[in-house]
């Protein structure tokens, strides 16, 4: 079955440095990866998506690559900022499947 | 005004208890679906429905039935409640078929089944 998963369940960096969490995923061959953000007490919210033919997507201070020969999808916060600290989720799916979640890893940004 | 909400936000109840969840979405989505976040942060999907139509029900004991009286709305309705119900509840929502697929979420429904 297919599985997605972030290794690293907290991640603390120092304000300013960049941010880099990782997402893997075994099985399939997802046609997209997305990256979410949740705060506690609230639901994730929608950051980023990059597709399998796209290795590279930028907003602002956030990049995502998607390497489909390591299966992998790396998320970069640059300049960090302790307002950045959150639990961050990846998520993809495979044909008519709901999305399926990793299970995030929680980013502190210390000042 | 928020695109999905769900009611109520916090549910403490006894073990056996017969409690709902509500959610609606004013996105205009066709799809809309059920999440459990469990005390480990793991986000799974129980159901998803489009257009008031049943299309996933994952591995949920038959005490969880969902209800869709229109595509803006999805209850969940929870039965015989027991203590590994505790988990929080999310709704969202999306429209599928746009080539993305992202999800918005709802707030959850922390439930605490005593």
């Known amino acids: 079955s297919q599985k997605i998963e972030q290794n690293s369940e907290a991640l603390n960096i120092q304000e300013g440095k960049t941010a880099t969490l990782t997402c893997n995923y075994t099985?399939?061959?997802?046609?997209?990866l997305q990256w979410y953000r949740q705060d506690p007490g609230r639901g994730p919210v929608f950051l980023l998506l990059i597709r399998e033919n796209e290795k590279e997507k930028r907003k602002e201070r956030l990049k995502v690559t998607f390497d489909t020969t390591l299966k992998q999808s790396l998320f970069h916060i640059t300049a960090s900022q302790p307002a950045d600290s959150a639990t961050y989720l990846c998520?993809?799916?495979?044909?008519?499947?709901?999305?399926?979640f990793g299970k995030g890893t929680r980013l502190s940004v210390i000042a | 005004d928020t695109a999905v909400s769900q009611t109520p936000k916090y549910l403490v109840t006894q073990m056996g208890n017969d409690k709902s969840i509500k959610c609606e979405q004013n996105l205009g989505h066709d799809t809309m679906y059920w999440y459990k976040q469990d005390s480990k942060k793991f986000l799974k999907i129980m159901f998803s429905y489009n257009n008031k139509e049943l299309i996933i029900n994952e591995t949920v004991p038959n005490r969880f039935s969902p209800k869709s009286p229109d595509k803006a709305h999805l209850n969940l309705h929870i039965n015989s409640l027991e203590l590994g119900d505790s988990a929080v509840y999310f709704c969202a929502s999306s429209q599928v078929g746009t080539g993305d697929e992202k999800l918005f979420f709802g707030s959850g429904t922390q439930l605490s089944v005593l």
């Open positions: 998520a993809s799916q495979s044909g008519n499947t709901p999305l399926v």
């Open positions: 099985n399939y061959s997802p046609a997209y």
